[in-house]
């Protein structure tokens, strides 16, 4: 916490300190929506060790036909069962405070120092959980404005050239639904999350304004995008989260998943703590801390099994 600086009122006048304002204004912070969508995970906690392991299993393969013949034998399929671990670790942070400063200022400072933590133990959150969704082996790259790339090695085919627009959207869905069987989220809607950029782009694509148009001519009015192809928009401006990429930073980058996606490995919800005063009590520290991760259920690009499609570019 720096010192109050003092000044002269004349070249040898007595020293005044330049007059405060009665009232403590906050910087914004950007919006954090990750965390609503995360399911946390209910065998793991304190005194569980560092790593939780998921079990999954998949389903048999379709039969060409299930017809049997009177002498044939039913046959027997494997019941495949896979795991995935993930291990938890710190985070924290915190914001150091002097005794002298506590006993000088008018202001009480620690009220706006544990909101201000709080605020950043948000945007961190928001952060490792976005990180968690964008490591999705399944990525979609829009390379034009009717083109685009799927892969299915944890890397973009291309670079982007073309914001998201309807074309996008529905190949987004299709790919979705009717390629890799990724079960919708609730209601039979998928989620999308991304930054602001590619909402805004979507929304100047005549096909998405004709749409509203007769469904609800307000909607780009008060900015609503609500739900294209069973897929639910939600906007976020968290740079850190899903940064705007591409050639001339065209598309913002986000993600599309449905049910189990990712989940959220707590052995220690994060907390504010007051740290132990030093120096005789003339220093003070206030943190966040925590013990948690976060990761995908499915790590594969598995029809049936992958959930995130991660829209993006090289």
């Known amino acids: 916490m720096p010192t109050t600086t003092w000044t002269l009122s004349a070249p040898t006048g007595p020293y005044k300190n330049h007059a405060l304002s009665m009232a403590l204004y906050e910087s914004a912070i950007a919006d954090t929506v990750f965390m609503e969508y995360v399911r946390p995970e209910d065998g793991f ?3 569980k060790g560092e790593t939780i392991t998921l079990t999954r299993y998949t389903n048999p393969t379709e039969p060409t036909s299930g017809r049997l013949l009177e002498t044939e034998r039913i046959p027997e399929y494997p019941f495949a069962m896979s795991t995935k671990s993930i291990t938890v670790g710190e985070f924290g942070g915190g914001i150091p405070t002097t005794n002298l400063f ?3 200022s008018e202001f009480d400072l620690q009220t706006p120092i544990q ?3 709080r605020n950043q133990l948000t945007l ?3 952060t490792a959980a976005a990180a968690a969704y964008k490591a999705t082996l399944l990525k979609y790259c829009p ?7 799927v892969t299915t090695n944890g890397t973009f085919g291309g670079t982007a050239a073309s914001g998201l627009n309807m074309f996008h959207v529905e190949e987004i869905a299709e790919l979705m639904y009717d390629t890799y069987f ?3 989220y609730s209601g039979g809607e998928y989620i999308g999350i991304f930054r602001s950029r590619s909402l805004t782009s979507l929304q100047r694509d005549p096909a998405w304004e004709q749409w509203y148009t007769y469904t609800n001519p307000q909607a780009k009015f008060n900015d609503e995008m609500g739900k294209m192809k069973n897929i639910r928009f939600v906007r976020t401006n968290h740079a850190t989260a899903l940064a705007n990429v591409g050639t001339g930073s065209v598309l913002g980058e986000g993600v599309v998943f449905g049910d189990d996606a990712v989940v959220m490995a707590e052995a220690l919800s994060p907390e504010l703590r007051a740290g132990m005063a030093s120096d005789g009590g003339r220093s003070n520290v206030v943190y966040w801390y925590g013990i948690f991760e976060y990761g995908l259920i499915w790590d594969t690009a598995n029809a049936g099994e992958v959930r995130v499609v991660h829209v993006g570019s090289l």
């Open 124 to 126: 961190v959150m928001d």
């Open 45 to 47: 906690g304190r005194k």
């Open 115 to 117: 909101k201000v933590l």
């Open 182 to 184: 990724i079960p919708p």
């Open 102 to 104: 506590e006993e000088l």
């Open 143 to 149: 390379t034009g404005v009717a083109s685009s790339t």
